[in-house]
């Protein structure tokens, strides 16, 4: 089964500042590959999805990932950290019909 | 148009008690699946279904039953609740458009269990 590991349980990060976000896959064919995030006491929201189509896949609220088959990763970026962003975001491969998630990386903004 | 819903929202539970987990989506979407989520682990699959009538197991199914005798609804159920089981619940549903396909989240049970 294919399977993704996300470096970093927790980045911090200022205002203003790069978000980057680092996510690894195993597949030994093409994945789709996605990225959901979690605002807190709540559900997960899909910030954007890999299908190959395009190697940089742009999403919502100004994040965009980077398909490197090379590197084997999908890491997520954002040029300019906003206090909104504090979130947990999640990176998923597709098994079959299922997701499996790497275990998640907490996001703190600071002023 | 409600998405996914989940009821309850939070339930404290005694060991050994039982309770089910109701999951309802209004997007008339084949699949639905139930996670549970545990810090620094993410979103392990319980169980899912890819239709009315049908469920399978996912990576942690003991301890858990299912079942989807409409289509808009997947229940998850613990027939004996057991402190393991403290968790975060989620329910998910998808249409199955050729992997493409994004999982609509409920908003969570937080489940505690004494």
């Known amino acids: 089964a294919q399977s993704v590991t996300q470096l970093g349980s927790h980045v911090s990060v200022s205002e203003g500042a790069l978000v980057l976000l680092r996510c690894n896959y195993s597949?030994?064919?093409?994945?789709?590959l996605f990225w959901y995030v979690q605002y807190p006491n709540q559900g997960l929201q899909l910030l954007l999805k890999y299908t190959s189509a395009a190697t940089l896949v742009k999403g919502i609220n100004g994040f965009e990932a980077e398909f490197k088959k090379s590197e084997t990763s999908f890491h997520l970026t954002k040029p300019s950290a906003h206090m909104s962003d504090a979130a947990e975001y999640f990176c998923?491969?597709?098994?079959?019909?299922?997701?499996?998630f790497g275990a998640g990386t907490t996001v703190t903004v600071r002023a | 148009n409600a998405g996914v819903t989940q009821t309850p929202k939070f339930r404290v539970l005694k060991t050994g008690q039982s309770m089910t987990l109701l999951c309802a989506q209004d997007m008339n979407h084949e699949y639905m699946y139930w996670y549970r989520q545990d810090p620094g682990m993410g979103l392990r699959l319980i169980h899912y279904s890819v239709g009315e009538g049908t469920t399978a197991k996912g990576e942690v199914p003991d301890g858990y039953n299912v079942s989807r005798l409409k289509k808009q609804n997947f229940l998850l159920g613990l027939e004996s609740a057991a402190p393991s089981q403290t968790s975060v619940y989620f329910c998910?549903?998808?249409?199955?458009?050729?992997?493409?396909?994004?999982?609509?989240f409920g908003p969570g049970t937080r489940l505690l269990v004494l």
């Open positions: 998923a491969v597709r098994n079959d019909y299922k997701l499996s």
């Open positions: 597949s030994s064919v093409p994945p789709y």
């Open positions: 998910a549903s998808s249409l199955p458009t050729s992997g493409q396909e994004t999982q609509y």
